[in-house]
C-alpha cells in the first residue's frame, strides 16, 4: 500500500540524507546582542538579490512594528531546515520552497499549526486558481508566499524571425518544430539538470507538466499524492514522452552525456551563441535570474516565452512552483510577521523589484515592476487549471530523493522500467 502524507514520518530522514550531504552553507545575518530591540528570526532558501529582495520587502513591517527580523539563507536549505527543526532549532519563521518537506515536519509535531487569523489573512485574498493546487492541509501549516510559473519555454524571437518558425500551439505541432530545427543544423532544446545535491529536479519538472497534458488532472492529483504509483502506465507514457520529444539523438544540446554534465543555471546559454547552440529551453519564470541583465525579455527581445502546449488547441494547464512560510516558534512576533507575509503589502516592495509573482489576486498586471512577471500574473489567472509542482508536494524522500536520481538513471540509461522502479523505492524505504 502507498503510504499517505500522514504515514511518511520516517521519509523526512531519507530525504535529508539524499540532500544534506554537503552540510551547511548558510549565509547568516548578524544580530547587535547589546539591542534591547525585539527581532524575528527567519530561515529560507533565498540568497543573493533575492535575500536582499525579500529583507527590502521587510522594512515597513520593521518600521511599523519596531520588531527587526533576522534573515539567514541557505545554500542547502532541505538539509539545513530539517535538522534545524528536528534539533529544537527552528527560526522563528521557517520559508520553505518544498511543502511537502514543511507538511512532513508539521505531521511530526516540529512546527507550530497557523494562528486562524494568520489563515484568514492569507485565505482571504489569494487567488483561488492557486487555492486549488495545493493540498487542504497546507492552509493549516504554511502561508502561500512566492509563486512561479514552470509550464514555459525559453526561445529567441529573432532567429525565429528569421528560420520562419511559428510557435506551436500543440504538444505535436511542438514534437514537429523540434525536428525542423534538428533538420536544419541546429540542436532543438538546451537541456541541464546538474543541480549540485539537486540533481535532477530539471527533469522531474518536464515529467510534470507531460503528466498534466496528457493524463485527466485526477491522475495528476493522485501521482503527487503518493496515492497512483509512478509504475502506473500514465506515468510511465510521460517519462517516454518526455525522451522522444527532448532526449532523441540530435535534439539535447550535447547529447544525454551534456544534459547530465551542464548546470540547470548555464543551459540556456548557448542560446546566446553566434550561431545559437539551441533554441528552445523549458524552465521556469525564474530562469530570467540567470540571464545576462542586459537583456531583453519580449516579443522584440533577445529571448522571450511560450507556454508548453498541450495535447489539443485548447489553453494548455500551468505547473506552478513557489515558497510557503510557516511558524517554527508560538510568539508575538512570529505570528505579527507571518500575518504581515500573508497580506499583499508584505511583498510589494519585491514585487515592484521584480522576480517576484503574488499569489493575491488584488496584485494586477500594473502593479509589477517586470513585464514578464505581470505576464505571468496574468496567466495564472486565465488558467483553466493550476497544479503545484509535484515533486515538491511529494515526501522528501521521494520528491527531492529518488525522483531525482531516477531521473539522473533514465537520462543516462534510457531504461524505464529501472527508473520507474527507482523513482518509486522512496515510499517503500
Not at 512532513?104 to 499549526?113: I, K, N, R, T, Y
Not at 484568514?120 to 512561479?148: F, K
Not at 489553453?315 to 512576533?333: C, H, I, K, N, S
Not at 512577471?373 to 487549471?385: K, P
Request: glycine share 10%; proline share 7%; charged share 20%.
Amino acid at each position: 500500500m502507498l503510504p499517505r502524507r500522514a504515514e511518511r514520518h520516517r521519509a523526512v530522514a531519507l530525504g535529508v540524507a539524499v540532500l544534506a550531504a554537503t552540510g551547511v552553507a548558510a549565509c547568516t545575518a548578524t544580530v547587535d546582542s547589546d539591542s534591547d530591540q525585539p527581532t524575528v528570526s527567519v530561515f529560507g532558501p533565498w540568497r543573493g538579490e533575492s535575500a536582499e529582495a525579500f529583507r527590502e520587502s521587510m522594512t515597513t513591517f520593521e518600521e511599523r512594528t519596531g520588531i527587526d527580523v533576522v534573515y539567514t539563507g541557505s545554500a542547502n536549505f532541505v538539509g539545513d531546515a530539517t535538522r534545524r527543526v528536528q534539533d529544537g532549532l527552528a527560526a522563528d519563521v521557517m520559508v520553505f520552497p518544498q511543502p511537502g518537506v514543511m507538511l512532513e515536519l508539521a505531521d511530526q509535531g516540529l512546527l507550530v499549526p497557523l494562528r486562524s487569523d494568520v489563515v484568514q489573512a492569507a485565505t482571504r485574498s489569494h487567488r483561488p486558481e492557486v487555492t486549488e493546487a495545493l493540498p487542504a492541509e497546507q492552509a493549516d501549516v504554511g502561508i502561500v508566499y512566492r509563486l512561479n510559473v514552470k509550464s514555459l519555454v525559453w526561445y529567441p524571437p529573432a532567429v525565429f524571425d528569421e528560420s520562419g518558425y511559428s510557435v506551436p500551439r500543440t504538444w505535436s505541432e511542438l514534437d514537429a518544430l523540434a525536428q525542423q530545427i534538428a533538420d536544419d543544423g541546429t540542436t532543438p532544446w538546451c537541456l541541464g539538470v546538474e543541480a549540485f545535491t539537486a540533481s535532477g529536479w530539471a527533469a522531474t519538472d518536464w515529467i510534470e507538466d507531460i503528466v498534466l497534458r496528457s493524463a485527466p488532472v485526477d491522475t495528476y492529483d493522485r501521482w503527487a499524492a503518493g496515492d497512483l504509483p509512478f509504475t502506473d502506465a500514465a506515468i510511465a507514457a510521460s517519462f517516454e514522452d518526455f525522451s522522444e520529444m527532448a532526449l532523441t539523438v540530435g535534439r539535447p544540446f550535447g547529447g544525454r552525456r551534456g544534459v547530465l554534465n551542464t548546470n540547470v543555471q548555464a543551459a540556456a546559454q548557448p542560446m546566446f551563441d553566434d550561431p545559437p547552440g539551441c533554441l528552445l529551453h523549458r524552465q521556469a519564470s525564474f530562469a530570467s535570474d540567470d540571464l545576462d541583465p542586459s537583456f531583453e525579455i519580449g516579443p522584440d527581445g533577445d529571448t522571450d516565452v511560450f507556454v508548453l502546449p498541450g495535447r489539443g488547441t485548447a489553453p494548455p494547464p500551468l505547473l506552478v512552483g513557489g515558497t510557503f512560510a510557516a511558524a517554527g516558534t508560538d510568539r508575538p512576533e512570529t505570528w505579527e510577521l507571518l500575518e504581515y507575509l500573508a497580506s499583499p503589502e508584505g511583498s510589494a516592495p519585491w514585487v515592484q523589484r521584480g522576480g517576484f509573482i503574488s499569489p493575491h489576486a488584488s496584485v494586477g498586471r500594473d502593479d509589477y515592476g517586470s513585464e514578464l512577471d505581470g505576464r505571468m500574473a496574468e496567466l495564472l489567472a486565465d488558467a483553466d487549471v493550476v497544479r503545484f509542482d509535484g515533486s515538491d508536494l511529494m515526501p522528501p524522500a521521494v520528491g527531492a530523493g529518488t525522483f531525482y536520481s531516477a531521473m539522473l538513471s533514465y537520462i543516462a540509461a534510457g531504461q524505464l522500467d529501472d527508473a520507474l522502479a527507482e523513482a518509486q523505492s522512496g515510499y517503500d524505504d
